[in-house]
């Protein structure tokens, strides 16, 4: 027989209940409306501001081999690149490049940081595979904006790479044209600039060049792109004829033309001035213009205008841009948006610098980095860096365009399809400015409320209640626990759509949840639970190409994660900052039971009912109903209702299963004999038991049971190798092939703005890139690299 629990006033219970869950998901949206006062703006510019949230992660390393751990720091900012300090979780990914979910799991935030380690499956094929980062509230904007870093990965058992032979094999044929312009169409009449990149060719591939002809067959520009496909060039539309582009014996389409519309253009006319060019297909236009600047979420230059002869010009100072890109937006006189622009600024800058005690080391030699903030303003800010001394699979530092400053600055706004032009060495700041592709804008909170709330105060698990038709159920009560030493219940009750929410805390952090769903008139239910990491992912453009140099790379790492695997260095330590003390979560629901019994102190019993007989006075076991009644402690009465029966903390077990357990089988019981109220629910004692193993749940097949696991990732690390300082004779026979000399994804720096790293070469010989990473309280990317030589 199910066991019941007696609701009172369930009506009142259920609008309390929806009453109090919409209040928590208002007051969460509150952020939004305090943080910007243009959220309800037509304006999207505006809109863009108050909602948009970006995250980078360092990565230690871009070459990997199965089994390897992948150190990695998180920063989280708004679009102003101010760190975040109202989101408390963030989700990591792990995509193969035919773009398939390998893992994912959620790891939490302290002040819009993260930082901590995950190990690569044996299993994965070799290949590129792609790690993705987003946070709940980034779901409600395009996939495509989500973080994402391009890693290699060689299977540890792959002697012959033969896969990745297979991948080197090219099909010309399979190549295309893509075509990019800063509105996505042509405009009849004026001048357009068009970018185009070429996909799908190899490193050794013919440059052919790209003919540009009208559909009689006139060549009108011919170009020949740069080693990575990408070219550009320019011309004027004209009414009544059709463009391609023809290359490789292929006829492809150019953007399609439009009569009506505007084009802004830039050009940088002298070191502190840019020249702005607004031109229309429209020739005699009268009516007003706004055009409106805007860089770092504030307004910084605003002109009003009108146009003649299709055209109008006027010049901004450069010093308003700053770093990072800013957008050029043109409205008409009701505010409307009608055409839009982004200009990039690149980063310049040295806010930081590195001193090493010189260039060239020998194997286990010691290493002296001095860290220098050369802006001195800088200092009374909070610093959050991490420093990276690893080999890198490409030849060379990292480039620029791949730090935490481009890539908040310009590479999370424009999107994993366009952020993929930038490639390092492929286009020019030139080319950047003439035809970056136009933002597109993210406005979620606009027009509606948003469909994912901010994790503001953790991890939000929710699902939704279905019957066996597949229809959505409402007025159920979904109860959420966990096999523990304390018991955690919490319960929802489903709303009008069905769903139900849980806000977690670390408690629940990797442990299996589980979900139990019990309607009014026991009809047969089921519980699925929502799945953050299953959603659009985006299609990876361009031909996944790995040159032998890469290739011969790889059998290399193959060799050392295989000597690392037989001597097992162990070299990771735990970080103690971020480590949260759980001990406040060790208590029971209920509280403080009235009575614990270990059975080991007893005579063995057989089952249940001798069990209830012999030591456990005040509970009575209905054997032919298999329900549990206590003893109130007050009145010495029975009460009229079943008690709570919980085993290894999870509520509503399988009675058969409770009946045969016998001193064998179970470690404890508890017991709480007078009436309990939990919120509006009404139990009448409790009734908790520990089995010897932890991993039974036996739940209630009368009920909706799911399990679900919770997996988390907060295990902050720091490498810092090995001294050889104080060598003994064991560690001279063993070999030393670390390709991370050092990671600290928590660098502290003195009053004086500087730090000091001591860290011991290893055996490998080679380049060695020294990465810093960072941003300030104020949202200014702090970025660093040098290189060093063990020779």
């Known amino acids: 027989m199910i066991l019941k629990i007696k609701i009172k006033n369930l009506n009142r219970l259920k609008t309390l209940v929806l009453i109090s869950f919409f209040c928590f998901a208002f007051s969460v949206l509150d952020i939004f409306r305090s943080s910007a006062s243009s959220m309800n703006s037509d304006n999207p510019v505006d809109c863009f501001y108050s909602g948009v949230q970006k995250i980078f992660l360092h990565l230690n390393k871009d070459v990997y081999v199965t089994g390897e751990e992948v150190l990695f720091k998180g920063y989280l900012v708004n ?22 979910k390998i893992t994912g799991f959620a790891i939490d935030l302290f002040n819009g940081v993260c930082n901590s380690y995950f190990t690569l499956p044996d299993t994965l094929a070799t290949g590129y595979y792609y790690v993705r980062a987003f946070t709940n509230q980034m779901r409600n904007f395009n996939h495509d904006y989500y973080f994402s870093a391009k890693i290699l990965v060689a299977n540890q058992a792959d002697d012959k790479l033969e896969k990745l032979i297979s991948d080197n094999y090219h099909n010309i044929d399979s190549a295309k044209v893509l075509f990019y312009t800063q509105n996505d169409n042509l405009l009849e009449g004026i001048e357009n600039n068009i970018l185009f990149k070429i996909t ?31 070219g550009d060039f320019s011309f004027v539309p004209e009414k009544d004829k059709n463009y391609f582009a023809f290359w490789n014996k292929k006829k492809f389409s150019l953007p399609p033309k439009i009569k009506d519309g505007f084009i802004i253009q830039t050009q940088q006319i002298e070191e502190n001035r840019i020249n702005v060019i607004i031109k229309s ?57 009608i055409c839009k622009k982004v200009y990039f600024v690149p980063d310049n800058s040295e806010l930081i610098k590195i001193n090493c005690n010189k260039a060239e080391f020998q194997p286990r030699e010691k290493v002296i980095l001095e860290i220098n903030l050369k802006n001195k303003e800088l200092i009374n800010q909070r610093l959050n860096l991490s420093v990276n001394i690893s080999q890198k699979g490409y030849s060379g530092t990292k480039n620029n365009l791949n730090s935490i400053n481009t890539y908040l600055s310009l590479f999370s706004i424009l999107g994993k399809k366009n952020s993929g032009l930038l490639e390092s060495d492929s286009i020019s700041e030139e080319q950047i400015n003439k035809v970056l592709p136009v933002l597109n804008f993210p406005i979620p909170f606009s027009k509606s409320i948003c469909q994912f709330l901010p994790e503001n105060k953790g991890f939000i698990i929710s699902g939704k209640v279905l019957n066996k038709s597949n229809i959505r159920v409402q007025g159920v009560f979904v109860f959420l626990s966990v096999a523990d030493s304390f018991a955690s219940l919490k319960y929802c009750i489903s709303d009008s759509a069905g769903k139900f929410f849980f806000r977690l805390n670390r408690f629940y952090d990797n442990k299996n949840l589980i979900f139990q769903a019990k309607g009014s008139n026991n009809e047969p239910l ?34 050392i994660a295989l000597t690392n695997k037989i001597y097992k260095p162990g070299l990771l330590s735990l970080l103690s900052e971020n480590q949260l003390d759980l001990s406040f979560y060790n ?21 249940f ?28 009465t029975l009460w009229p209702n079943e008690a709570l029966v919980l085993l290894n903390n999870i ?76 060598q003994n004779n064991l560690s001279k026979k063993v070999p030393d092939l670390r390709q991370t000399l050092y990671w600290n994804p928590e660098l502290k720096l003195s009053k004086d703005g500087k730090a000091v790293i001591e860290f011991y070469t290893s055996d490998l010989k080679g380049n060695y890139s020294v990465e810093i990473e960072g941003i300030t309280s104020t949202g200014i990317p702090v970025f660093a690299n040098t290189s060093i030589e063990v020779k």
């Open 79 to 100: 679009a102003a690149n101010i760190p975040d300090t109202i989101c408390k979780v963030v989700y990591v990914e792990i995509e193969n490049s035919g773009n398939q």
């Open 200 to 230: 799908d060719f190899s490193e050794d591939w013919d440059r052919q060049p790209v003919e540009i002809i009208t559909d009689s067959g006139k060549i009108i520009a011919s170009i020949v792109p740069n080693n990575k496909g990408i």
């Open 281 to 337: 297909g429209t020739h005699e236009l009268s009516d007003l213009l706004i055009f409106k600047a805007y860089n770092n979420s504030k307004c910084i230059f605003e002109k009003e205008f009108t146009m003649s002869n299709g055209a109008a010009s006027f010049s901004l100072p450069a010093e308003k841009t700053k770093q990072g890109f800013s957008i050029f937006a043109l409205f008409n006189s009701a505010q409307e948006l």
């Open 526 to 559: 089921k519980i699925e639970i929502e799945d953050k990491f299953n959603g659009e992912l985006p299609q990876h453009i361009g031909f996944e190409y790995i040159p032998l140099e890469l290739k011969n790379y790889l059998k290399y790492s193959q060799n």
């Open 587 to 607: 208590c029971h629901f209920y509280g403080i039971p009235d009575v614990t019994i270990y059975l080991s102190d007893y005579d063995e019993l057989e089952d």
């Open 609 to 636: 009912k001798e069990i209830v007989r012999n030591i456990l006075p005040g509970v009575y076991y209905n054997r032919s109903e298999k329900r549990v009644r206590v003893i109130d402690q007050g009145t010495q």
């Open 651 to 726: 509520p509503f077990p399988d009675p058969a299963f409770v009946a045969k357990l016998g001193s064998k089988q179970i470690k404890k019981i508890d017991l709480k004999k007078n009436h309990v109220i939990y919120g509006d629910i009404d139990l009448y004692g409790i009734l908790s038991i520990t089995t010897n193993q932890k991993n039974v749940y036996a739940l209630n097949a009368a009920l909706a049971n799911l399990t679900f696991p919770n997996v988390f990732r907060n295990i902050p690390v720091i490498l810092s190798g090995i001294d050889y300082g104080e």
